[in-house]
């Protein structure tokens, strides 16, 4: 193809000198024309030569449109690829995966408000740049995605309840995934992974959920509160029976046994005398109010004082 242009301009600039001699006009030397067409020939093949080949990045593909044929099926790898210069002209396809995040507000299956967010890992089908570049164009992922995210996220979130949204978050997502990938599909994209990135609900569904939680902490409370007064109760009957009991005994023994109640006072006195004595104050007070006179008529004036009580009591 080279060697036929290079001829071709041989002859045009052949054809122009030999013409321009005849015609009456300035004639060209021969050693000029010679030149000129060499000149000519050399910006030919540099054309030529800057044009033929193209090369492809790696993480990228290539299609070729022709002027004459218009696209070919061809997609072209990495690496240096040939093409006819002016007739052809390769065009870049990035094949890496790439995020796509939309955000979008839509209604639950019990008429909750939900804002969603959605991240979508995707890639054109490379056997099937030519067709994308035929239908879509360089910004495929613009006129696609975009909606197809919005109406799959709206319909799936429309088959699940509040509660479920946040319980049963990774199968709204599965089937956000599924539903994309059918729809992509048709388009001739691949999608690696989706993702829910952000989920959230109106105020007044927050609030309505913070009451509730607060509710139940509130049961949950009042429930070990009840528990605790049970509990209290139990032990204050307990007590109440335990010192029945105490009293019953005591009186039991002092009925049967005369000597309890001075065993009873030699105790009180100890612990009196300890009081006493770890005190750093001199205390004068009366032996038998303190339960000192261990030796002497204590019990005999005791029983003497509840005597004289009793006979003023009743008035004889």
Not at 217 to 234: F, H, P, T
Not at 255 to 264: E, Q
Request: glycine share 8%; hydrophobic share 40%.
């Amino acid at each position: 193809m080279a060697q036929q242009l290079k001829d071709a301009a041989a002859k045009m600039f052949k054809t122009a000198s030999s013409r321009a001699g005849s015609g009456g006009g300035p004639n060209i030397p021969q050693g000029a024309s010679t030149a000129v067409g060499a000149i000519a020939g050399a910006g030919v093949l540099a054309y030529v030569g800057a044009h033929s080949y193209f090369t492809v990045e790696g993480g990228k593909r290539a299609v070729v449109f022709n002027r004459l044929t218009g696209m070919k099926d061809t997609v072209y790898g990495e690496g240096l690829n040939f093409n006819i210069p002016w007739f052809e002209w390769p065009v870049h396809y990035d094949v890496r995966t790439r995020p796509c995040n939309l955000q979008t507000l839509t209604g639950s299956k019990d008429l909750q408000m939900v804002t969603i967010g959605v991240r979508v890992l995707h890639k054109p089908d490379t056997n099937q740049l030519v067709q994308i570049y035929r239908q879509l164009g360089m910004d495929y992922e613009a006129r696609v995605l975009p909606s197809l995210m919005n109406e799959c996220a709206k319909a799936v979130v429309a088959r699940f309840n509040a509660n479920e949204l946040l319980t049963k978050r990774e199968a709204v997502s599965a089937e956000i995934g599924n539903d994309l990938r059918v729809r992509a599909k048709k388009f001739n994209l691949l999608l690696e992974d989706v993702a829910i990135t952000h989920l959230s609900f109106s105020p007044e569904y927050s609030r309505a959920v913070e009451a509730k939680q607060v509710a139940q902490q509130d049961a949950e409370r009042s429930k070990y509160i009840v528990l605790g007064a049970k509990n209290e109760k139990q032990t204050i009957i307990t007590k109440a029976k335990g010192e029945a009991q105490s009293a019953e005994l005591i009186g039991e023994s002092v009925k049967n046994n005369p000597g309890f109640m001075s065993l009873r006072r030699i105790e009180a006195a100890q612990e009196i005398a300890t009081i006493v004595a770890s005190s750093g104050n001199k205390v004068y007070l009366n032996a038998d109010s303190l339960l000192l006179n261990l030796l002497g008529d204590a019990d005999d004036k005791f029983e003497k004082g509840m005597g004289t009580k009793k006979k003023g009591f009743f008035g004889r």
